[in-house]
């Protein structure tokens, strides 16, 4: 910890269905219950030989979090924002407006249809302010402190509220909203206290204390431990600590504290039916926040390395059709025209399993790896093409803003059935309008088939199979046996989705 976390420093005084994944930042309240007891245990004559007190003696967690919460708590602050938000208010039809059920059938009916909610007349702006919350966390004197992206996303303004009920006007030093970090700076301001980010990454089981403005309520306190970590969260190729540390809407932004006082995560989402916390809660983790927080402050953007490569993961069906010995490796689809992976020579069908020496377990740890990476960096890539393993040299381009690498592709479909073992009927390509020329399309797909359950759709185009280009049902037949002779048990199929291509391993039979 540095000396300004002392606080001596401060100056005077939806998933799935109901379930689903909350962004933290809005109004805030938090309840925290640490449980240091235990269950009490029974011989086998029915007597107590441990009592709730030894249990609890036994419990590794400190007694409690006074001492930590009076060193850290005076460098998080809350943050607040505005935002002028003005929106096209022409005449909006039935289907783009709702109409409250209060005002059906009443005199108020042709008013709300005609003007909209608030009154505003048609061709007309509608203007308001929104106000926001979330939280934050000095990490030096001067004033720079951390909070989400989408907590000053589009804010006109920005205002901080320490600890001791102070109120600063803040600026946004830069965002990022690949991983939702944020980095501000009090105007006019000086010798804050401040807290340091974690050099080691927590262990699962690990005590951890979130600080925030749940609620709006400001300097709440929960504790909790690490759940899990390398949590996939569906917010690109990035991993997420899972803690049950109670955190609700307005902790956005706020810090999770490890024992020695250190920042090991940043609160960022929640998963919940209801919007409220359950118990897990997401962070993004030190050594992330670190990373992204240096380039914010050094130039107010993040730039990463760019591959350009449409990717998919080593399923043991892949695996098996190209004749690999791990499940693992990032399956490349295809290299996007111009980009540097087509400029060193990567082609569909190769499996990168390694960036500069160091094992690429699936496709989101290559695309972190790339990602993490210097722009016109030189790396160097072991892969594998056609059962020969090779190394290509590529100099990274640039990520370009609002794209980043896909780690999978995700379909599904629901279809009349039709006939065969693959669950698919097909036809050449150059026989259905829109297919173009190359290609078998399919043009039916079993909702009970191995091609339904591995994502194919009517309109996919199957360019090759196996590795032999085909354009007819019987060439699609006839790489099938050639793949049964030579002992396979499934075949990997090229597929062009609309504009993307990607591999599916189907069993030959």
Same mark, same amino acid.
């Given at each position: 910890?540095?000396?300004?976390?002392?606080?001596?420093?401060?100056?005077?005084?939806?998933?799935?269905?109901?379930?689903?994944?909350?962004?933290?930042?809005?109004?805030?309240?938090?309840?925290?219950?640490?449980?240091?007891?235990?269950?009490?245990?029974?011989?086998?004559?029915?007597?107590?030989?441990?009592?709730?007190?030894?249990?609890?003696?036994?419990?590794?967690?400190?007694?409690?979090?006074?001492?930590?919460?009076?060193?850290?708590?005076?460098?998080?602050?809350?943050?607040?924002?505005?935002?002028?938000?003005?929106?096209?208010?022409?005449?909006?039809?039935?289907?783009?407006?709702?109409?409250?059920?209060?005002?059906?059938?009443?005199?108020?009916?042709?008013?709300?249809?005609?003007?909209?909610?608030?009154?505003?007349?048609?061709?007309?702006?509608?203007?308001?302010?929104?106000?926001?919350?979330?939280?934050?966390?000095?990490?030096?004197?001067?004033?720079?402190?951390?909070?989400?992206?989408?907590?000053?996303?589009?804010?006109?303004?920005?205002?901080?509220?320490?600890?001791?009920?102070?109120?600063?006007?803040?600026?946004?030093?830069?965002?990022?909203?690949?991983?939702?970090?944020?980095?501000?700076?009090?105007?006019?301001?000086?010798?804050?206290?401040?807290?340091?980010?974690?050099?080691?990454?927590?262990?699962?089981?690990?005590?951890?204390?979130?600080?925030?403005?749940?609620?709006?309520?400001?300097?709440?306190?929960?504790?909790?431990?690490?759940?899990?970590?390398?949590?996939?969260?569906?917010?690109?190729?990035?991993?997420?600590?899972?803690?049950?540390?109670?955190?609700?809407?307005?902790?956005?932004?706020?810090?999770?504290?490890?024992?020695?006082?250190?920042?090991?995560?940043?609160?960022?989402?929640?998963?919940?039916?209801? +919007?409220? &916390? !359950?118990?897990?809660?997401? $962070? *993004?983790?030190?050594?992330?926040? %670190?990373? /992204?927080?240096?380039?914010?402050? #050094?130039?107010?953007?993040?730039?990463?390395?760019?591959?350009?490569?449409?990717?998919?993961?080593?399923?043991?069906?892949?695996?098996?059709?190209?004749?690999?010995?791990?499940?693992?490796?990032?399956?490349?689809?295809?290299?996007?025209?111009?980009?540097?992976?087509?400029?060193?020579?990567?082609?569909?069908?190769?499996?990168?399993?390694?960036?500069?020496?160091?094992?690429?377990?699936?496709?989101?740890?290559?695309?972190?790896?790339?990602?993490?990476?210097?722009?016109?960096?030189?790396?160097?890539?072991?892969?594998?093409?056609?059962?020969?393993?090779?190394?290509?040299?590529?100099?990274?381009?640039?990520?370009?803003?609002?794209?980043?690498?896909?780690?999978?592709?995700?379909?599904?479909?629901?279809?009349?059935?039709?006939?065969?073992?693959? +669950?698919? &009927? !097909?036809?050449?390509?150059? $026989? *259905?309008?829109?297919?173009?020329? %190359?290609? /078998?399309?399919?043009?039916?797909? #079993?909702?009970?088939?191995?091609?339904?359950?591995?994502?194919?759709?009517?309109?996919?185009?199957?360019?090759?199979?196996?590795?032999?280009?085909?354009?007819?049902?019987?060439?699609?037949?006839?790489?099938?046996?050639?793949?049964?002779?030579?002992?396979?048990?499934?075949?990997?199929?090229?597929?062009?989705?609309?504009?993307?291509?990607?591999?599916?391993?189907?069993?030959?039979?």
């Amino acid at each position: 910890m540095a000396d300004a976390t002392n606080a001596n420093h401060r100056p005077p005084t939806k998933l799935l269905s109901a379930r689903r994944l909350t962004l933290l930042g809005s109004v805030a309240v938090v309840g925290a219950a640490v449980a240091l007891g235990g269950p009490i245990g029974f011989d086998r004559h029915g007597q107590a030989f441990w009592t709730a007190a030894q249990a609890a003696e036994s419990q590794q967690g400190p007694a409690g979090f006074a001492d930590l919460v009076a060193k850290v708590k005076p460098a998080v602050i809350s943050v607040g924002v505005k935002i002028d938000e003005s929106a096209d208010a022409s005449t909006p039809n039935d289907e783009q407006q709702t109409l409250p059920p209060s005002m059906r059938g009443t005199p108020f009916e042709k008013f709300f249809r005609q003007f909209g909610e608030d009154g505003t007349p048609p061709g007309l702006q509608r203007h308001q302010v929104i106000t926001g919350q979330g939280s934050g966390f000095f990490i030096s004197a001067d004033g720079y402190a951390v909070t989400n992206n989408h907590v000053v996303d589009h804010a006109t303004s920005v205002q901080v509220t320490t600890d001791d009920g102070k109120k600063f006007t803040a600026k946004v030093i830069g965002t990022d909203p690949k991983t939702d970090i944020a980095l501000i700076k009090v105007e006019n301001g000086g010798n804050f206290p401040y807290v340091n980010f974690g050099d080691q990454a927590p262990r699962v089981g690990d005590w951890v204390v979130a600080v925030g403005n749940p609620f709006g309520l400001g300097g709440t306190v929960t504790a909790g431990i690490v759940s899990a970590q390398g949590r996939n969260i569906g917010s690109g190729a990035y991993d997420y600590l899972q803690i049950d540390a109670p955190i609700n809407k307005g902790n956005s932004g706020g810090p999770a504290f490890d024992m020695s006082g250190n920042v090991v995560g940043v609160n960022t989402a929640i998963f919940s039916p209801s +919007g409220g &916390s !359950v118990g897990i809660g997401f $962070d *993004v983790p030190a050594q992330t926040a %670190k990373s /992204v927080i240096a380039q914010l402050k #050094d130039k107010g953007v993040v730039t990463r390395g760019w591959l350009g490569v449409q990717i998919q993961p080593v399923t043991e069906g892949i695996a098996d059709s190209l004749g690999l010995k791990k499940v693992e490796g990032a399956l490349v689809d295809e290299a996007q025209a111009d980009s540097p992976a087509a400029k060193a020579g990567l082609e569909a069908g190769d499996v990168i399993t390694a960036v500069n020496g160091t094992t690429i377990k699936d496709s989101r740890d290559l695309a972190r790896q790339i990602a993490a990476l210097a722009p016109d960096s030189s790396v160097k890539l072991d892969l594998v093409r056609k059962g020969e393993a090779k190394t290509l040299t590529v100099a990274l381009g640039t990520m370009p803003n609002q794209r980043e690498a896909n780690a999978e592709h995700e379909r599904s479909g629901s279809h009349r059935g039709v006939e065969g073992h693959l +669950g698919l &009927s !097909v036809a050449p390509a150059r $026989d *259905v309008a829109g297919s173009g020329d %190359k290609g /078998v399309v399919v043009t039916g797909v #079993d909702p009970d088939g191995p091609a339904a359950e591995r994502g194919m759709q009517t309109g996919d185009v199957i360019l090759d199979v196996g590795g032999k280009t085909v354009n007819s049902a019987g060439d699609i037949r006839e790489a099938l046996s050639q793949a049964k002779t030579d002992g396979k048990r499934d075949v990997l199929m090229r597929v062009k989705s609309a504009d993307a291509t990607r591999f599916v391993a189907l069993p030959v039979s």
